[in-house]
């Protein structure tokens, strides 16, 4: 017999699906719930409009960075000023990042609404397919013939 420190252990193997626990088998599939275009523009929207607002606060300590440094410099403190400029720097990768952040959003945003466009135009193609098919699909060359012969035959002669 194994002597089983834990109890965890010893009830997790002893368990049919324990092993496989402990041991990493295969992961349970979960489905995933399909998501409308409109709900993805919206969450977009909203990170968008976040990154925007980071992107505020960003400028403004960059701002607030440059004039500490002045101050700083003004003040003879080469080191303090030297630590500022240093912070703006860092902030400004930070803003540079969040700028293509947001321009690889915008783009989503755009071939989302390109998808939806296009799928709406695809569907109504395949209506208008289908009912041309309805029209077009009772008019055979016999029935035709057939209808030109009873308007002949309805009309007068003269």
């Known amino acids: 017999w194994i002597l089983f420190e834990s109890k965890e252990l010893l009830?997790?193997?002893?368990?049919?699906?324990?092993?496989?626990?402990?041991?990493?088998?295969?992961?349970?599939e979960t489905k995933s719930t399909p998501v409308s275009v409109n709900d993805s523009l919206q969450n977009l929207n909203g990170t968008l409009e976040t990154l925007e607002k980071r992107e505020a606060?960003?400028?403004?300590?960059?701002?607030?960075?440059?004039a500490q440094a002045k101050d700083a410099s003004k003040k003879n403190n080469k080191t303090k000023a030297l630590m500022?400029?240093?912070?703006?720097?860092?902030?400004?990768?930070?803003?540079?990042?969040?700028?293509?952040?947001?321009?690889?959003?915008?783009?989503?945003?755009?071939?989302?609404?390109?998808?939806?466009?296009?799928?709406t135009v695809?569907?109504?193609?395949?209506?208008?397919?289908?009912e041309l098919k309805q029209v077009f699909g009772k008019m055979t060359p016999d029935a035709v013939d057939?209808?030109?012969?009873?308007?002949?035959?309805a009309t007068p002669t003269q």
């Open 122 to 130: 695809l569907d109504a193609q395949r209506r208008g397919a289908k």
């Open 57 to 66: 606060v960003l400028n403004k300590r960059i701002d607030q960075e440059i």
């Open 11 to 28: 009830c997790c193997l002893c368990q049919p699906r324990g092993m496989r626990k402990l041991f990493g088998g295969k992961k349970k």
């Open 146 to 153: 057939d209808q030109m012969d009873e308007v002949c035959l």
């Open 84 to 119: 500022h400029l240093k912070r703006k720097k860092a902030y400004e990768q930070q803003l540079n990042n969040l700028q293509s952040q947001k321009m690889n959003i915008s783009t989503m945003q755009m071939k989302l609404e390109e998808g939806a466009m296009a799928e």
